[in-house]
């Protein structure tokens, strides 16, 4: 079995394998080196987990600022947190944890 790593030019990368014949190249793919493959994946990962962790932060400053809005509106820290959606221990924590 032949393994062959491409690059389209969108910039998705693919892995195809192929028996007892190698794969073709689609005419929008380059092939790559298995290191290149390895390379850009990681990268593309790097950037995707960076992406992520940028929304859950948005999303953890969000549900703390409700929480610090209904208790100043004074409603009751419990139901701040679950309207929030704010944890017991952030909301003791100031959203840190």
Do not use: C, F, H, N
């Amino acid at each position: 079995m032949e393994t062959i790593y491409l690059r389209y030019e969108s910039g998705k990368l693919a892995v195809r394998s192929g028996s007892p014949e190698r794969p073709d190249v689609p005419a929008d793919a380059v092939e790559i080196t298995q290191a290149e493959y390895d390379t850009e994946l990681a990268a593309m990962q790097g950037r995707r987990d960076e992406r992520l962790a940028g929304i859950r932060a948005a999303e953890q400053q969000a549900a703390q600022d409700d929480y610090d809005a209904l208790v100043e509106a004074g409603v009751s820290e419990a139901t701040a947190r679950r309207v929030s959606g704010l944890g017991a221990a952030e909301a003791a924590a100031g959203g840190t944890v």
